[in-house]
């Protein structure tokens, strides 16, 4: 079996079964929804430097 079959069956398993008195949250931060607002302006591109942003981007209401 895989690694990233056992990491799966493990967390799968906390929801399934988990231990008593314990609290199982879940995040999801939509990492693969392109980040329109940025937090900060990119730097615009110069001679011999790329165009940069932050890496960063507003969450419109997620916890931080």
Known sequence: M??????????????LNPPEHAIVL???EKSQI?????TQPGLPIK?????TMTHDY????AAT
């Open 58 to 61: 507003k969450r419109n209401g």
């Open 47 to 51: 001679k011999r430097r790329c165009g």
């Open 34 to 38: 392109q980040a329109l607002d940025r």
């Open 2 to 15: 895989s690694s990233s079959r056992r990491n799966w069956d493990a967390i799968v398993g906390l929801y």
């Open 26 to 28: 879940c995040a999801d």
